[in-house]
């Protein structure tokens, strides 16, 4: 049997997409553009993931008539009551790890699967196909924020852990198939918790395993780096010197409407404190643009808090109403073309920002980790995040390289091997 896999969204589903094709491996299935069976692992965070889901899902209905069709992901459990799709199995945000009994079980009559996630437990994953480049593990799912724009918190339900036991066997055995660089990502990664074992605390024991080079956060609230974070990323060289903390908005009236648990100084002072323990800490971030009520001088104030923080990338969304959260319902809703116009305006800021942090660089030699072999061409991330590109050979793919940067092509910063890792 052959299948084929199509993924909307965040680096979660990314990772139960992964999960789920490596379950069909070990079964037996094999990875094909003739498949058998086609699964969309759908994304509902704005009316443009819907759209586009909705799309593919009956774009692969067309293309493959005779093939079994799977899908699932928070499209579907946003949708649960009202969606009519094309599917013979419809599941929701649980039962991924059940995709190789569901098929066995399908006898041409839809199997509807989607359960409410009020009070699931956690789908514990892990994944056996080692490909040697960045390795991610699911710690957490769901989340408690419940801020007014967001729609996850009624689709992937209450914060729930993976033990920090199975988190702590997993890094190790990645780490002795030969993966240097280990993610840590769930839907409110830093809000994990293993009854009295904190986020802190896996920190703390995965940072201490032998042959673990790089150990990386996909993303973390600004209220969550606590000061036993903050103790970790000053004395461990293994947390990279890169984090994603998401500010939405540099507003503090917009900030308030959204339900966020902080302040514009809050977030400005904590990140001050993080970058007093690690200079060159690369701090990207999320904004959301055009909020219900927001006004051109809250715009503006945005940008201005974006500076001051000194952000290094931002990834740029237009406000999209959901219906159900409290956001949806607010009036002031700003129109489509001048949501567009700050987009543009904002993304225009964010490569400013980049640009001047790749600049800082220049004529620095520095460790990167070569992920992907394009032309003659290295490229892979140093521990600050940064994207190199350097003339090499492929043998050096999963090492540890040294490079000096010597120029920004944007978005890559062109370097030369200086040296290299043996070992693996």
């Known amino acids: 049997m052959k299948y084929k896999i199509i993924t909307l969204g965040c680096k979660v589903n990314e990772y139960e997409s992964e999960v789920m094709a490596n379950l069909l491996e070990n079964h037996g299935y094999i990875k094909s553009e003739n498949p058998d069976v086609c699964i969309v692992n759908t994304c509902t965070v704005t009316n443009t993931a819907d759209s586009k889901s909705r799309k593919i899902i009956r774009s692969l209905r067309r293309k493959y008539p005779n093939a079994i069709l799977i899908v699932a992901g928070c499209m579907i459990q946003n949708k649960k009551d009202k969606l009519d799709v094309p599917a013979d199995i419809v599941i929701g945000n649980k039962h991924k790890t059940d995709i190789v009994s569901l098929l066995e079980?399908?006898?041409?009559?839809?199997?509807?699967?989607?359960?409410?996630m009020e009070d699931a437990d956690f789908e514990d994953m892990s994944l056996n196909n080692f490909d040697l480049t960045r390795a991610y593990i699911k710690i957490e799912d769901g989340c408690d924020n419940y801020c007014s724009y967001c729609i996850i918190p009624y689709v992937r339900g209450h914060v729930r852990s993976k033990k920090h036991?199975?988190?702590?066997?997993?890094?190790?055995?990645?780490?002795?198939?030969g993966h240097k660089e280990i993610v840590l990502t769930g839907i409110h990664t830093g809000h994990y918790h293993d009854g009295n074992y904190s986020f802190a605390d896996l920190l703390k024991d995965l940072v201490k395993l032998d042959g673990l080079k790089?150990?990386?956060?996909?993303?973390?609230?600004?209220?969550?780096?606590?000061?036993?974070?903050?103790?970790?990323?000053?004395?461990?060289?293994?947390?990279?010197?890169?984090?994603?903390?998401?500010?939405?908005?540099g507003s503090d009236e917009i900030l308030k409407k959204m339900n966020r648990k902080y302040d514009k100084q809050y977030f400005i002072d904590k990140i001050k404190k993080l970058k007093e323990i690690k200079p060159d800490m690369n701090v990207t971030t999320d904004v959301i643009v055009g909020f219900p009520g927001e006004t051109e001088e809250e715009f503006q104030e945005c940008i201005e808090t974006i500076k001051k923080v000194g952000f290094t990338k931002l990834h740029v969304?237009?406000?999209?109403?959901?219906?159900?959260?409290v956001a949806s319902q607010m009036p002031n809703k700003i129109p489509g073309n001048i949501k567009k116009d700050r987009v543009k305006r904002l993304l225009e800021v964010s490569k400013e920002l980049e640009i001047e942090y790749m600049n800082k660089h220049i004529g620095d030699e520095t460790i990167f980790i070569p992920e992907v072999y394009e032309d003659g061409y290295l490229i892979g991330h140093t521990s600050n995040y940064l994207l190199i590109?350097?003339?090499?050979?492929?043998?050096?793919?999963?090492?540890?390289?040294?490079?000096?940067?010597?120029?920004?092509?944007?978005?890559?910063?062109?370097?030369?091997?200086?040296?290299?890792?043996?070992?693996?």
């Open 214 to 249: 790089r150990l990386r956060i996909s993303s973390i609230e600004i209220t969550e780096i606590n000061n036993k974070v903050l103790d970790i990323i000053k004395n461990s060289d293994v947390l990279v010197n890169h984090m994603h903390i998401p500010l939405q908005s």
């Open 105 to 116: 079980e399908y006898k041409d009559k839809q199997l509807y699967m989607v359960e409410d």
């Open 317 to 325: 969304f237009p406000y999209s109403d959901r219906e159900g959260t």
């Open 165 to 177: 036991e199975r988190v702590i066997e997993e890094a190790k055995v990645l780490i002795k198939n």
């Open 389 to 424: 590109k350097a003339k090499g050979d492929k043998s050096l793919l999963t090492k540890e390289v040294i490079v000096k940067i010597s120029k920004v092509e944007y978005p890559y910063l062109l370097s030369s091997v200086k040296n290299f890792e043996l070992s693996r």
